[in-house]
């Protein structure tokens, strides 16, 4: 579901945008100020921040064909405007193909079901390897 | 949010006082230290000290984790350089400028954009303190108009007059009065000084100001209803002190709605200038506070006077002077804040101040949601805001009167499609409605939740 190369094990980013400009920086095959623009602008509306340390930014890209996911590991946390006003310590960037498609939001529930699970939180910050870490999103 | 400022001026120092105080992260840059040291010594902010366009600067001031940058110094070229930095070698993300020239501001479709000067929203505080005047001047009973929702809606100030119909009547028996062809809402109630957001049980008193929601289109019926007559929208006389960036553009707009308009400016150089750019104004060279010269020039006979200096002191003095001789509307421009508390206290209800109308613009963009307005009422304690009710926002799922709002909260109006709803507790808000809102400043992040935008919304 994520490829290990998708994953920044410890980010040392200091703001919402360091954040994610260190996870666009994986995807050298988009523009990366579009990615930027499309997130922050999605942000704007409502924080993307869940509570529990855990954030989900999301937004569509045209030209993608399939869902990309990137996951970003930040050990001190950092400000992401989050519902419940904590740092955020686990990221998952998802960006999805421009259409109608309803799957987008089922996987986005998927995800954020998913790290619900207080276990799968700690293992998460556990993990001592970005292939550890894609582990735990096989399914 | 990581919010950089650049100057400490007036507008720069509140906006960062606002943010700071709502637990953004701020650093603020300007060249004095002087002004740097009064914003460290009243607020929790980061101060840097340097040239707010130099990379270095910018730098220091953390703009590569910015998500916003407001360009306000004094100097407009200084602003825009700013910004060109700010994006092409820190990838800020919204970059607002103060630009002051109209030479710039009226090519401002050109200049500013995307692939042109990587400007999102120019700020031009006299521009917006004209627009506020002009609007004074076209309900001149009124203590304040202003337009939401694209000019659909209109929140009036009015102060009630002692045999006013309203005169002792509560706000929720107001339909005795108003007929129910006229939807009207109280949002605002100013009683001693004191605003608030009034409820069904607030008395209205003679000499209070109040403020209502409604149709633009009702705006004479509801003066009518007060007790409060129209002027006559042309052919007015007016007389103008000072004649600046707000002056100049106040008569151009009043001698394009056909106004006869007097300007007095004190400086010769200025006056030139004025005389050849307002061919319909008569331009004066002379001190305002010049009694002699105020009467030569038959301000006993003046509809409108309006003290719209630099020097807020001249625009309190000759305002008052402007009520000896009973002049019907007074408009006075206030740059500074220990002033506004004061001139109400003295009498001069009507104010704008450039601070207020600026700050609230730029705020608006800081906001979370679709916010298209964000203005103040009264003393500053009561906030307006309109926003665009979208897809899964809390403000959709429930009739009014069964969604938790903070207290001293009241929605003014919605405009759907074309349509203004005069809202009660059984209408509820649907997607897509634009939604005018009163709240106290102190609530406004909990009301911006409401129109929040949920998980799912992509």
């Known amino acids: 579901m994520i490829a290990s190369d998708n994953i920044v094990l410890d980010s040392q980013a200091g703001s919402k945008r360091g954040v994610l400009s260190e996870m666009i920086a994986l995807l050298p095959s988009m523009d990366a100020d579009q990615v930027m623009d499309l997130v922050m602008a999605r942000e704007k509306l409502g924080s993307t921040g869940i509570g529990h340390g855990v954030a989900l930014p999301h937004a569509r890209m045209p030209g993608l064909t399939e869902p990309v996911i990137v996951l970003l590991r930040h050990r001190d946390g950092v400000d992401f405007d989050a519902i419940d006003g904590q740092p955020v310590h686990l990221v998952l960037l998802l960006l999805v193909p421009d259409d109608d498609d309803k799957g987008h939001l089922d996987l986005l529930a998927q995800l954020a079901r998913k790290l619900q699970s207080a276990t799968l939180r700690q293992q998460m910050m556990a993990a001592e390897s970005r292939e550890e870490l894609a582990a735990l999103f096989k399914r | 949010m990581n919010i950089v400022i650049l100057g400490a001026g007036e507008v720069g120092y509140n906006i960062a006082d606002r943010l700071a105080v709502e637990g953004n992260d701020v650093s603020v840059v300007d060249i004095s230290e002087d002004r740097l040291q009064r914003v460290a010594d009243n607020m929790d902010v980061k101060t840097v000290l340097g040239n707010a366009a130099h990379p270095s600067v910018l730098q220091q001031a953390g703009a590569a984790d910015a998500e916003l940058l407001i360009a306000a110094t004094q100097n407009d070229e200084v602003n825009m350089l700013a910004c060109q930095v700010a994006h092409s070698l820190f990838h800020v993300t919204t970059k607002m400028a103060r630009i002051r020239e109209r030479d710039y501001v009226n090519q401002a479709d050109k200049l500013f954009g995307r692939d042109e000067l990587p400007i999102d929203l120019v700020i031009s505080p006299e521009k917006e303190a004209a627009l506020a005047v002009v609007r004074r001047f076209r309900v001149s009973s009124a203590v304040d108009m202003q337009e939401f929702a694209g000019g659909h809606i209109s929140l009036v100030g009015v102060r009630v007059p002692p045999k006013s119909d309203l005169v002792g009547m509560a706000v929720g028996d107001l339909n005795e009065v108003v007929p129910a062809s006229l939807p009207i809402n109280i949002v605002a109630h100013e009683h001693n000084g004191g605003w608030k957001v009034p409820g069904a049980n607030s008395v209205l008193l003679a000499g209070d100001t109040i ?248």
């Open chain 2, 211 to 458: 403020y209502a929601a409604l149709d633009r289109k009702d705006i004479d019926r509801f003066m009518a209803v007060v007790g409060l007559d129209q002027c006559k929208q042309t052919g007015r006389n007016v007389m103008l002190i000072g004649g600046g960036h707000v002056g100049y553009e106040v008569a151009l707009e009043l001698q394009r709605l056909g106004a006869h308009i007097k300007v007095i400016e004190h400086n010769p150089d200025r006056c030139q200038w004025l005389a050849e750019h307002l061919k319909e104004a008569m331009v004066i060279q002379g001190d305002a506070m010049d009694k002699s010269l105020l009467e030569e020039e038959a301000i006993a006979q003046m509809d409108d006077f309006m003290a719209l200096t630099n020097d807020d002191e001249v625009n309190i003095l000759s305002s008052l002077i402007s009520r000896q001789y009973k002049v019907p509307h007074t408009v006075t421009l206030i740059n500074r804040d220990v002033y506004s508390g004061l001139v109400r206290a003295i009498g001069l209800s009507n104010i704008v101040s450039p601070r207020f109308t600026t700050a609230a613009s730029i705020l608006r963009h800081v906001r979370r949601g679709r916010v298209f307005g964000l203005s103040t009422l009264g003393d500053g304690s009561l906030e307006v805001l309109e926003a665009e009710a979208m897809q899964t926002s809390r403000i959709t799922d429930a009739p009014l009167a069964a969604i938790n709002f903070p207290e001293s909260t009241i929605i003014g109006a919605i405009v759907r499609g074309d349509a203004v709803i005069i809202p009660d507790g059984a209408t509820q808000v649907q997607a897509g409605d634009h939604v005018v809102l009163i709240t106290q400043q102190r609530h406004l992040s909990m009301v911006e939740r409401l129109f929040e935008v949920n998980l799912e919304f992509f």
